[in-house]
């Protein structure tokens, strides 16, 4: 069994493996859903005749479209020092560039929804916080301001009496009954005493 030879990326590989990547989007997937997009890359460029590796992970095509990412950065961050200078891209190059630009509005995307589901939940509380205030004033106020019948706040204020004094009741009971077992475990304790020493 002779060992296999590790394949290289081609030119082509390359250029198929973004416009698929451009394709899938598998970067946008989250919730532990993104692997499985990269192996759907992975197969679909497998699947391809043009593609000229015999196996691909789903990793291995992740890995490698950083690798491009990050040459693609390094090349700008080069061209920009070179200012004047008209540039000419190769389709492998304009590809990463159009991969770079989709990727870089996601994130801004994802920043701009987290910052408006923050502003509805900061509006949401400062609603809250409103709705708490009027009530709490609503209460203060006599009855007769209210317009509201002397009778339905004097059946709500009645009604909160009953059950706080049910509370009340419910907890007395069940400090007397924490108080009888507390009883009963010194008495045992006392009596297990008193049998150890004889």
Same mark, same amino acid.
């Given at each position: 069994? %002779?060992?296999?030879?590790?394949?290289?990326?081609?030119?082509?590989?390359?250029?198929? &493996? &973004?416009?698929?990547?451009?394709?899938? %989007? +598998?970067?946008?997937?989250?919730?532990?859903?993104?692997?499985?997009?990269?192996?759907?890359?992975?197969?679909?460029?497998?699947?391809?005749?043009?593609?000229?590796? %015999?196996? *691909?992970?789903?990793?291995?095509?992740?890995?490698?479209?950083?690798?491009?990412?990050? !040459? !693609?950065?390094?090349?700008?961050?080069?061209?920009?020092?070179?200012?004047?200078?008209?540039?000419?891209?190769?389709?492998?190059?304009?590809?990463?560039?159009?991969? *770079?630009?989709?990727?870089?509005?996601?994130?801004?995307?994802?920043?701009?929804?987290?910052?408006?589901?923050?502003?509805?939940?900061?509006?949401?509380?400062?609603?809250?916080?409103?709705?708490?205030?009027?009530?709490?004033?609503? &209460?203060?106020?006599?009855?007769?301001?209210?317009?509201?019948? +002397?009778?339905?706040?004097?059946? *709500?204020?009645?009604?909160?009496?009953?059950?706080?004094?049910?509370?009340?009741?419910?907890?007395?009971?069940?400090?007397?009954?924490? %108080?009888?077992?507390?009883?009963?475990?010194?008495?045992?304790?006392?009596?297990?005493?008193?049998?150890?020493?004889?």
């Amino acid at each position: 069994a %002779e060992p296999r030879k590790r394949k290289n990326f081609t030119e082509n590989d390359d250029i198929l &493996l &973004l416009k698929q990547v451009i394709a899938d %989007e +598998p970067f946008r997937h989250g919730g532990g859903k993104v692997m499985d997009k990269w192996d759907k890359v992975a197969e679909v460029l497998l699947s391809s005749p043009a593609f000229s590796r %015999e196996t *691909l992970a789903g990793k291995t095509a992740q890995n490698r479209t950083t690798l491009l990412l990050d !040459a !693609a950065k390094r090349k700008n961050a080069a061209e920009a020092r070179l200012s004047g200078v008209e540039v000419t891209l190769s389709e492998k190059e304009a590809l990463a560039e159009a991969l *770079l630009e989709t990727m870089a509005e996601y994130r801004h995307d994802i920043v701009l929804k987290k910052a408006a589901e923050a502003q509805k939940a900061e509006i949401a509380e400062a609603a809250g916080e409103t709705v708490r205030k009027l009530a709490v004033e609503r &209460l203060k106020r006599p009855a007769a301001e209210d317009g509201e019948s +002397p009778t339905k706040g004097t059946k *709500l204020v009645k009604i909160v009496g009953i059950l706080a004094e049910y509370k009340e009741k419910e907890l007395a009971a069940k400090k007397k009954q924490w %108080e009888a077992e507390r009883a009963d475990r010194i008495a045992l304790e006392r009596k297990r005493l008193v049998v150890e020493r004889q």
